[in-house]
T-cell receptor
């Protein structure tokens, strides 16, 4: 069964450092997403990406964040200068496009980011 | 803006019994999708069941079923014959049928299954 793959599973970084979280979406999917879940809290939408550009972003997704699909298979989330409050689980998701909304999104297993 | 509310932070059920998790949502749209996701301790998001708003029939997946009340904007999950492996965090989620198809999640309900 196809799946969304995220690497690394756990990343520890110093405050102020840049991190790149990587995702390999399902190959025929067209919509890509990043979500964040701070420990004990709900899953929050960060950004959606379609047709090689950001289609929507939340208030959380400020100038410190960027996304890229550099080679047609990977989908990355970069945090330029990490803060303690960026510590969270980050989920990548992808979705195909069929009819009026298509199927559900498939989520990766998440990357746990710890900023120290 | 759409919102999703789960008013039960935690629920417990005896093994083999039935439990219902509640979810309400608010939207002005007529076409949308609703989902229940399970998040075990590994924290992976696993789809349990989905419901298309245009379908009147409630979705079922083996021991999992929903009670979808569109007018009341209610979407509860019923787990029958609960098993120890059902213990997890359960998130209700809304997704529009148009736009960017982003998910809006509720705050989750932690389900404990007692042996």
């Amino acid at each position: 069964e196809p799946e969304v793959t995220q690497t690394p599973s756990h990343q520890v970084t110093q405050m102020g450092q840049e991190v790149i979280l990587r995702c390999v979406p399902i190959s025929n999917h067209l919509y890509f997403y990043w979500y964040r879940q701070i420990l004990g809290q709900k899953v929050e939408f960060l950004v959606s990406f379609y047709n090689n550009e950001i289609s929507e972003k939340s208030e959380i997704f400020d100038d410190q964040f960027s996304v890229e699909r550099p080679d047609g298979s990977n989908f990355t989330l970069k945090i330029r200068s990490t803060k303690l409050e960026d510590s969270a689980m980050y989920f990548c998701a992808s979705k195909t496009s069929q009819g009026a909304g298509g199927t559900e999104a498939f989520f990766g297993q998440g990357t746990r980011l710890t900023v120290v | 803006a759409q919102t999703v509310t789960q008013s039960q932070p935690e629920m417990s059920v005896q093994e083999a019994e039935t439990v219902t998790l509640s979810c309400t949502y608010d939207t002005s749209e007529s076409d949308y999708y609703l989902f229940w996701y399970k998040q075990p301790p590994s924290r992976q998001m696993i789809l349990v069941i989905r419901q298309e708003a245009y379908k009147q029939q409630n979705a079922t997946e083996n021991r999992f079923s929903v009670n979808f009340q569109k007018a009341a904007k209610s979407f509860s999950l019923k787990i029958s014959d609960s098993q120890l492996g059902d213990a997890a965090m359960y998130f209700c989620a809304y997704r529009s049928a148009r736009g960017t198809y982003k998910y809006i999640f509720g705050t989750g309900t932690r389900l404990k299954v007692l042996a």
